[in-house]
């Protein structure tokens, strides 16, 4: 006899038998066999999140165990796809069921009838460890997938197919343990989204992700497998800053998580990206991409589910030994989605609602990103990057602090800032991050002066800004000479250098060579203008400082030649 | 199929909601059900709990009169549906969509009102450029079709009148685009969809005068039951994806006040015991709310677009506060009116600071507006914002200690204001008019500080600064 449903309220189910499941256990949930989690177990009952409208559902309906936990499947094919929150194929559901999404729809993650080219690496009779590489497949001309053994799994060769077309199904390889057990291998594996992959060891993140925004890598940089979180209130820039790493940053592959938020913006990505090209590889943006969109119109169980489901996949080509960069907005709605689940379980929240273990959850989450040395002794990372989205702009709430102390990025959205059209809206004081001071050897590579141009700018930007309190009691009158151009001075670096519009085709993105060599000639000018004795408003028309700020929109990245010998355009 | 018809005894009555004990598993969660109370008035709800044998059913027109004895339940066997076929054009319905018109109940099949989630890869990009005649969202805040973009009002502040002119104004602009597809469709006017929630009768009079042509009405008033609210939205927005992805139609949904939608959520959710967030706020608010925003959009293939005007007044003029919060989180920007603009007189009182919308970086520039749309409108921006910070030192020490170019803000922001952002309010404006008032304003400051407009672009509208009274160049 199997378990019915005794309990229904919004996303949260419970059934009786509570002995046949086990927790996490994915279990399909009444007559048309709802995707569903075991999340608690009492003497009685068993407690099910539904990834699915609940609707509809009656008690009495039965639910059935699977005996396997949440899974993805990982393999050729994720890239150039777009998700659900559970890896269910949004193209596919589309043609099933139309441009509505049908419930109880199912779909596999992966195409089975694909026929990919597999050239093998290895030969038969070869000792074997876990994530080892098999052999390889051109899944996209960006990227040469490398087919693994599963993690855990280890031991002698004695079937490998020789290089040709192989669908999924296809047995491409078996493996005999030391305990003589027979393992098929595919092209691809499953791996329960809930538990992080192993590696081989962990390896300090100490090379900047170069996204070319000037403010974060000249500022506020992120190294390959760090972590940053971008807090800001509606409508300061966390997308479009969220959108513009994924487009330009220089990882490998993109996981670009839409947890929560608008349909439109996942589309947009979908009509943006296979038509812009990847400044490094000179590939479509998209076929580096995996996208997973559960919008806040989807089921909030299933919402929950995507931050896990895009960690697995980056940590997946992570083990192939590339640098993954997942973004992730919003985190701010999947931590509402675990209150809400929470809640229906009623149990004691702690802050504002939320459940006790957020802090837990969230640490968890960004401790699965980081650099290391994979199974198989390659280097590869994940750098995840959160958008928080706090009620009210209030950034004391309890999402914010917590993501605060489990990254060593912190990139502020500030409200003035982008109510003046001022962007990236991110703010260079109240900003920071714990990499700046590694990857500063990195830059002085480009711009030999670099370290100290940099911190001298944001001494500028300090002193100014303490200035700026003078100016607001007393007016201009109230400062000494020097001090006006201190004021002049942080007015060229916003304007000049730190504003980057994500609509300015020839600064949307901005090279190394490019940033440092601006960083380079912005801080030698002012510096001149300081040490000139003319006046303040004299000595910023002598060298030109207005025609300045124009320089970032006129000269591209492809220019950067002629930044140090600009002298202001037409 | 089952009996419909059961007698039973309520073993709870709380709030909006009722209990009742039932052997029947034949129930499904979020059923709608009918309940027969003593009297006979008939009522309607909906299953929001199932616990073993315990039903928990929300009263729409709450619960007041009823009695746990001899109450007649009629559970429908499907979710609350809407009928619809094209006459539903014209109706004037209740808040639930039920004729208050006089005319005929509704034909055609019935569609569940919580409607589906349209699916991110079958939804078309919204880029096409609407019109509305007001420069302050034409020019610096644009509005798109199958954009969804709220008004954060404030009581006494002329929401209404705003919304009706956008109503009756808007339009496409296929000469501009050489993108539209087909310019007879276009050039048709707007359907509009009006859903009251929870407003005073005049308003709901004012905007069935004003709004001329095709227009289907959904109407909870101040005085109709509050449970109701929560369906109103959902009712007309099922209208609205079948008037849209049916029939072909361009739909603009004006859906007011939503503050008002998010107390009787509030109410509900309290009655359930649901944890609070903020405010008293469920938790789910976020969530409930982009239920009801997310369904604005186009569909590839189709032709009709579901534009969405919300209109909702922020308790103690306060944008921090919950429900313009979780909106401005939803939708695709916002257009915030001001009181302060309002005392000075000026109509429509827009805030521009707060106010965005962020489908206009891709629907405004070459090929849909103008090129110089994008550049001018963050010249615009960056000017206005200077002018806020230039206004708040002249406060504290006086206009006369403010240097010569903090003067010129000054004197910027107070044209800007009475001659861009106030218009009459019948005053419909072409994009060009707009930009023209525009740069007319800029001629007010330096040229030198124009530094978001190109050289080339300056260069164009040099003889602005040269007629310009101020005289201030280089
Ligand atoms: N780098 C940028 N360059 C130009 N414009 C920008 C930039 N960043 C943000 N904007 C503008 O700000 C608007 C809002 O940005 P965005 O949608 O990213 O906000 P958000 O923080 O994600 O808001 P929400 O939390 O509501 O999703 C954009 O539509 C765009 O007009
Ligand atoms: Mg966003």
Redesign the pocket.
């Known amino acids: 006899m199997s378990a019915k449903i005794t309990r229904i309220s919004g996303p949260v189910v419970a059934c009786d038998r509570s002995e046949l499941f086990a927790m996490g256990e994915r279990v399909a949930v009444g007559k048309i066999s709802l995707v569903g989690e075991v999340i608690r177990i009492t003497t009685e009952f068993a407690f099910i999140q539904v990834y699915e409208d609940t609707m509809e559902l009656k008690i009495g309906e039965p639910v059935a165990a699977t005996g396997s936990s949440i899974m993805v499947e990982l393999g050729p094919g994720l890239l150039t796809t777009i998700y659900d929150g559970i890896q269910r194929p949004l193209i596919t559901l589309q043609q099933q069921s139309g441009d509505f999404i049908a419930r109880g729809a199912a779909a596999d993650a992966l195409n089975r009838e694909r026929i990919w080219q597999f050239i093998p690496s290895q030969c038969v009779g070869a000792s074997l460890s876990a994530g080892s590489i098999l052999g390889t497949v051109q899944e996209t001309a960006a990227i040469n997938h490398k087919i693994l053994v599963p993690p855990l799994l280890s031991g002698r060769l004695i079937y490998l197919v020789e290089e040709g077309g192989y669908q999924l199904s296809d047995v491409i390889a078996k493996l005999k343990t030391d305990k003589g057990e027979e393992h098929n291998l595919y092209l691809y594996q499953r791996w329960p989204v809930r538990t992080k992959r192993p590696v081989g060891k962990r390896l300090t993140p100490d090379l900047p992700l170069v996204t070319g925004q000037r403010i974060i890598d000249t500022l506020f940089p992120i190294a390959k497998g760090g972590t940053a979180a971008m807090p ?1 209130g ?8 969220q959108h ?1 790493l994924a487009k330009w940053c220089d990882a490998d592959v993109i996981v670009y998580i839409g947890c929560g ?1 608008r349909g439109n913006e996942m589309t947009g990505v979908l009509t943006d990206f296979p038509n812009l090209i990847d400044p490094a590889t000179g590939c479509r943006l998209i076929e580096r991409t995996v996208m997973i969109a559960n919008t806040s119109n989807m089921p909030v169980a299933a919402r929950e589910a995507s931050i896990y489901t895009g960690i697995t996949v980056a940590e997946y080509f992570r083990d192939q030994g590339l640098d993954v960069a997942l973004m992730a ?2 985190t701010s709605r999947w931590a509402e989605a675990l209150r809400e689940i929470s809640g229906r379980l009623e149990e004691m929240p702690a802050e504002d609602g939320f459940p006790a273990y957020l802090p837990t959850r969230t640490a968890e989450f960004y401790e699965r990103s980081g650099k290391v040395q994979t199974l198989s002794g390659e280097v590869g990372s994940v750098t995840s990057i959160g ?1 928080v ?1 706090p009620p009210g702009g209030d950034f004391s709430e309890p999402v914010t602090l917590h993501t605060q102390r489990f990254v060593k990025a912190f990139w502020v ?1 500030d409200k003035m800032l ?1 109510n003046a059209r001022f ?3 991110i703010h260079p004081l109240d900003s920071y991050s714990e990499y700046a001071a590694e990857l500063g050897q990195w830059w002085s590579k480009l711009s030999p002066q670099w370290q100290q141009d940099r911190d001298q700018l944001l001494r500028l930007l300090m002193e100014a800004d303490k200035l700026q309190g003078i100016i607001r009691i007393m007016g201009e009158e109230g400062l000494s000479d020097h001090q006006r151009k201190i004021v002049m001075a942080e007015r060229i670096i916003k304007e000049g250098f730190l504003q ?4 300015s085709p020839k600064d949307r993105y901005a090279s190394p060579e490019k940033q440092a060599l601006m960083l380079q000639l912005i801080m030698r000018r002012l510096n001149q203008m300081l040490d000139d004795p003319s006046p303040a408003a004299e000595a910023v028309k002598k060298f030109a400082l207005i025609e300045l700020i124009r320089l970032k929109d006129d000269l591209g990245s492809d220019e950067s030649d002629k930044i140090l010998s600009w002298q202001g355009g037409s | 199929m089952k009996d419909p018809v059961i007698y039973t005894q309520l073993d709870r009555i709380e709030g909006p909601l009722i209990a009742m004990l039932l052997e029947l598993s034949d129930i499904g969660y979020g059923e709608a059900v009918q309940l027969v109370d003593k009297q006979g008035r008939t009522r309607n709800g909906r299953v929001v709990l199932m616990d073993g044998e315990k039903v928990t059913i929300e009263v729409f027109q709450g619960t007041a009169g009823l009695a746990k004895e001899n109450m007649r339940t009629r559970f429908l066997g499907r979710p609350i549906t809407l009928n619809l076929d094209p006459s539903i054009i014209g109706r004037r319905l209740s808040g639930m969509g039920e004729p208050i018109d006089g005319g005929p109940p509704l034909a055609g099949s019935g569609r569940d009102i919580n409607g589906s989630v349209i699916n991110p890869t079958a939804r078309a990009y919204p880029q096409e450029f609407v019109q509305t005649g007001i420069s302050s969202i034409d020019l610096m805040n644009t509005l798109v079709r199958g954009q969804k973009l709220p008004i954060f009002s404030s009581s006494g502040l002329p929401h209404d009148q705003l919304a009706i002119q956008i109503a009756q104004q808007a339009r496409i602009r296929p000469d501009l685009s050489g993108h539209t597809q087909d310019l007879n469709d276009s050039s048709k006017e707007l359907v509009v969809v009006f859903a009251a929630i929870g407003v005073k009768h005049d308003v709901a009079v004012r905007f069935a005068e004003e709004i001329s042509g095709r227009t289907v009405s959904f109407l909870n008033l101040a005085d109709d039951p509050v449970m109701e609210r929560l369906l109103t939205p959902r009712a007309a927005l099922t209208a609205a994806e079948y008037l849209a992805f049916e029939l072909g139609l361009h739909v603009l949904v004006i859906l007011t006040d939503m503050t008002v939608y998010g107390e009787a959520l509030r109410e509900v959710a309290s009655a359930r015991g649901d944890v609070p967030s903020r405010k008293g706020y469920p938790g789910y608010l976020y969530s409930d709310l982009a239920a009801l925003f997310e369904r604005a959009g186009q569909i590839k293939g189709k032709k009709g677009s579901i534009t969405q005007l919300p209109i909702l007044t922020m308790p103690n003029d306060d944008i921090t506060h919950p429900i313009p919060d979780l909106t ?2 939803i939708t695709e920007g916002q257009i915030v009116l001001s009181r302060d603009l309002h005392r000075q007189g000026i109509y429509p009182p827009i805030e521009l600071l707060p106010s ?1 919308s ?1 489908l ?2 891709d629907s405004v520039g070459e090929g849909y507006t103008r090129n110089d749309h994008l550049p001018l409108m963050e010249q615009l921006y960056a000017a206005y914002a200077r002018r806020d910070e230039v206004r708040m030192m002249s406060r504290i020490m006086g206009e006369d200690d403010l240097s010569e170019i903090d003067k010129c803000y000054l004197k910027f922001g107070k044209q800007f204001e009475q001659h861009f952002i106030a218009q009459g309010a019948g005053e419909n404006r072409s994009i060009e008019q707009s930009l023209a008032i525009g740069w007319q304003c800029l001629s007010r400051l330096p040229v030198r500080e124009m530094t978001r407009l190109s050289k080339e672009e300056l260069a164009k509208h040099q003889d602005i600064w040269q007629t310009s009274s101020i005289g201030v160049t280089d």
């Open positions: 800001g509606f409508g300061t820039g966390k997308t479009v800053t513009n938020e907005d919003s958008a989205s959205l982008a962007f990236p809206a980057q519009s994500a609509f | 401005g989180y965005l962020r206009m970086g």
